[in-house]
Nanobody, 127 residues
Framework: QVSLVESGGGLVQTGGSLSLSCLVS????????VAWFRQTPGKDRELVAH????????DYASFVQGRFTISRDSATNTVLLQMNNLIPDDTAIYFC????????????????????WGQGTQVTVSS
């Protein structure tokens, strides 16, 4: 069983920044692909960013590209999401998700393809 623990959420003003962390334990870190999703009440969960197991560029949702950066830190078994230039539409619960095995590129934004999920951390951006 894999455990994912998110941290770093909070309240910021428009234009501010937050850094989210996802601490991974229970399985070899390098064997997992990891993503950040977010969800607002009444809306479907949506992909924010994904980082895989190979040395390839990460993938980003169009609404965060250029503002957010996802990275892996093997020294701490942590996946980071640096969020800059935040806007009120970024307000949501942010979830860390991970999986193993085969993941096709077209499925990186499909929540059911991820085996493990954190409990989420709230991000609120005020106008």
């Amino acid at each position: 069983q894999v455990s994912l623990v998110e941290s770093g959420g909070g309240l910021v003003q428009t234009g501010g920044s937050l850094s989210l962390s996802c601490l991974v334990s229970g399985r070899t870190f390098s064997s997992l692909f990891v993503a950040w999703f977010r969800q607002t009440p009444g809306k479907d969960r949506e992909l924010v960013a994904h980082i895989g197991r190979r040395d390839l560029p990460p993938d980003y949702a169009s609404f965060v590209q250029g503002r957010f950066t996802i990275s892996r830190d093997s020294a701490t078994n942590t996946v980071l999401l640096q969020m800059n230039n935040l806007i009120p539409d970024d307000t949501a619960i942010y979830f860390c998700a991970a999986g193993a095995g085969t993941l096709y590129r077209g499925d990186i934004g499909t929540p059911s393809r991820y085996n493990y999920w954190g409990q989420g951390t709230q991000v609120t951006v005020s106008s």
